[in-house]
């Protein structure tokens, strides 16, 4: 019914930037509200960045500052922009997201990516 597909990790130095994409399709009317989760080796998945359906953020304390949720719906695509990227952002980034699959009868669709990895160096 819907897909998210997460984009853009990478490997990338310490203090560098790095884009995710998260792009929905399938029946897809418009992204309500999406996160971002991360999974580091070894570690519990944790909430990185939040946007809901009235355009409250929320992030993570340790990516406060240095990362910014964005969702475009005319594209259905959410990104994540992290900038001053330390080694401890070493994780695989996964987006999750309800999705409004049918307006005329308030339908929605609640799912999760299958990840993307980033890996930042010293």
């Known amino acids: 019914q819907v897909q998210l597909v997460e984009s853009g990790g990478g490997l990338v130095q310490s203090g560098g930037s790095l884009r995710l994409s998260c792009a929905a399709s399938?029946?897809?009317?418009?992204?309500?509200?999406l996160n971002w989760y991360r999974q580091a080796p070894g570690k519990e998945r944790e909430l990185v960045a939040g946007k809901g359906s009235g355009g409250t953020t929320n992030y993570g304390d340790s990516v406060k500052g240095r990362f910014t949720i964005s969702i475009d719906n005319a594209k259905n695509t959410a990104y994540l922009q992290m900038n001053s990227l330390t080694p401890e952002d070493t994780a695989v980034y996964y987006c999750?997201?309800?999705?409004?699959?049918?307006?005329?009868?308030?339908?929605?669709?609640?799912?999760w990516g299958q990840g993307t990895r980033v890996t930042v160096s010293q």
């Open positions: 399938g029946r897809v009317s418009r992204i309500n509200e």
């Open positions: 999750n997201a309800e999705v409004l699959t049918d307006q005329a009868i308030g339908e929605t669709w609640y799912g």
